[in-house]
């Protein structure tokens, strides 16, 4: 069954750029919507941004100014880059799988993997 | 941006009973993208009910969904232990496209 797992640094210093990485096993990454999604502490969900296989983005106001979202199909991964970050950005980090057209839900999820920004 | 106010913040009961939670939206969602998901501790969320109503593969036929417009609610008919958790309403489309409440803790009583 397709699986999804989130890799990258789990600590990152203020002001640089938080980058992770999400592997998709077991299918292909093509015809779907995918997406990361964050967790702070003790809190609740905020969508980050989604990319569809064909490399069309879109992202949470928000964040919109931060954030960068790329996919490499050949290798099954989609990436988030996440820069000029501060500690209100610790948080689990999540990517999943976005069904998109006359959907609109997140099927598949990520373990997660926590980043903390701190000197 | 459509806000997703769930109501309660939490909610005690005890197994065997009824829950029964809210999700209610600053704007309308077309029920074909309204979805709600459980998390325990430690866990990422899963996909518990879509399109508003139509529970997702595996998930047991006593977690409904229904509602329509600005109010939705999820049901869940004789809690079980593991069903003690937090549930997140999520909504698709406007701008951002992507919002999710802010959460129900269920939690035993």
Redesign the interface.
């Known amino acids: 069954q397709v699986q999804l797992q989130e890799s990258g640094p789990g600590l990152v210093k203020p002001s640089e750029t938080l980058s992770l990485t999400c592997t998709v096993s077991g299918g292909s990454i093509s015809s779907y919507h995918w997406s990361w999604i964050r967790q702070p502490p003790g809190k609740g969900l905020e969508w980050i941004g989604y990319i569809y296989y064909r490399g069309t983005t879109n992202y949470n106001p928000s964040l919109k100014s931060r954030v960068t979202i790329s996919i490499d199909t050949p290798k099954n991964q989609f990436s988030l880059k996440l820069n000029s970050v501060t500690a209100a950005d610790t948080a689990m980090y999540y990517c999943a799988r976005f069904a998109a057209y006359g959907a609109g839900y997140f099927d598949l999820w990520g373990r997660g993997t926590l980043v903390t920004v701190s000197s | 941006e459509n806000v997703l106010t769930q109501s309660p913040g939490t909610l005690s009961l005890s197994p065997g009973e009824r829950a029964t939670l809210s999700c209610r939206a600053s704007q309308s969602v077309s029920s ?4 709600w ?1 459980q998390q325990k501790a430690g ?5 518990l009910i ?2 508003a109503s139509s529970r ?1 593969t595996g998930i047991p036929d006593r977690f409904s969904g229904s509602g329509s417009g600005t109010d939705f609610t999820l049901t869940i008919s004789r809690l079980e232990p593991e069903d003690f958790a937090v549930y ?1 309403c ?4 406007g ?9 129900t803790r269920l939690e035993t009583k």
């Open positions: 074909s993208y309204l979805a998901y866990q990422a969320p899963r996909l879509y399109g997702a997140y999520q909504q698709y489309g701008s951002p496209p992507i919002t999710f409440g802010q959460g």
